[in-house]
């Protein structure tokens, strides 16, 4: 299912990757955008959006393992897109049987590294929204997480500035949206500490 995550906010739910949510929570990781799985804890998942007329899609995380064994990520399932391809280095033109995780260290899928290649969209995702995703470990199981669909330009999570580019090129949000909407852009891109502006409590 599409997750409206403006929806959640403005309703005072679940807030995703909301800089309001971690300083009302402290450093408590209830609300931060990661997933626990045993040993396993998968931090800031995105997806990359088609471009258009596209249909393929890429998803990118952090996921970081605390326990003494290796484990692999070796599905990504989820109703909106028939298959999901492993690659360990996008340098190389070869799929993997997944991504492995090794022990005590943390793997990072991102654009230029590591990656899977989403293919076969049956349905249309929306930049700027979460999608609802199986992750499957070879030894941990199955999370489910809400991966932020980021623009098809995104070089990280949270992206505020592609997401702009894109909403530019796609008149979203010149039509003076409810500001709620603003307001929720603003706790967003707020939260992004991947580039060093991670605002305090966190
Ligand atoms: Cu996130």
Same mark, same amino acid.
């Given at each position: 299912m599409m997750i409206k995550r403006r929806d959640l906010l403005l309703s005072g739910g679940a807030m995703l990757c909301g800089a309001a949510a971690t300083s009302l929570m402290g450093s408590s990781? &209830?609300? &931060? /955008?990661?997933?626990e799985l045993g040993k396993l804890v998968v931090e800031h998942p995105w997806v990359r959006a088609p471009a258009d007329g596209d249909n393929k899609a890429y998803f990118y995380a952090f996921i970081h393992n605390n326990g003494d064994a290796p484990d692999r990520l070796i599905g990504v399932k989820a109703e909106?897109?028939?298959? &999901?391809e492993f690659h360990a280095d996008a340098r190389l033109d070869e799929k993997s049987n997944g991504i492995v995780i090794p022990p005590k260290e943390s793997t990072t899928l991102a654009p230029g590294g590591a990656y899977v290649l989403l293919s076969d969209f049956k349905k249309h995702i929306e930049v700027g929204w979460g999608l609802e995703m199986t992750l499957v470990f070879e030894k941990a199981g199955e999370v489910v997480i809400d991966a932020a669909i980021e623009a098809p330009d995104a070089m990280h999570a949270h992206d505020a500035e592609a997401q702009a580019r894109w909403e530019k090129a796609h008149n979203k949000d010149t039509a003076g949206p409810a500001s709620g909407e603003h307001e929720h852009h603003h706790d967003h891109e707020d939260h992004? /500490? /991947?580039?060093?502006?991670?605002? &305090?409590?966190?």
């Amino acid at each position: 299912m599409m997750i409206k995550r403006r929806d959640l906010l403005l309703s005072g739910g679940a807030m995703l990757c909301g800089a309001a949510a971690t300083s009302l929570m402290g450093s408590s990781s &209830a609300d &931060a /955008h990661e997933y626990e799985l045993g040993k396993l804890v998968v931090e800031h998942p995105w997806v990359r959006a088609p471009a258009d007329g596209d249909n393929k899609a890429y998803f990118y995380a952090f996921i970081h393992n605390n326990g003494d064994a290796p484990d692999r990520l070796i599905g990504v399932k989820a109703e909106k897109f028939g298959q &999901a391809e492993f690659h360990a280095d996008a340098r190389l033109d070869e799929k993997s049987n997944g991504i492995v995780i090794p022990p005590k260290e943390s793997t990072t899928l991102a654009p230029g590294g590591a990656y899977v290649l989403l293919s076969d969209f049956k349905k249309h995702i929306e930049v700027g929204w979460g999608l609802e995703m199986t992750l499957v470990f070879e030894k941990a199981g199955e999370v489910v997480i809400d991966a932020a669909i980021e623009a098809p330009d995104a070089m990280h999570a949270h992206d505020a500035e592609a997401q702009a580019r894109w909403e530019k090129a796609h008149n979203k949000d010149t039509a003076g949206p409810a500001s709620g909407e603003h307001e929720h852009h603003h706790d967003h891109e707020d939260h992004d /500490h /991947h580039d060093g502006a991670s605002p &305090a409590g966190k």
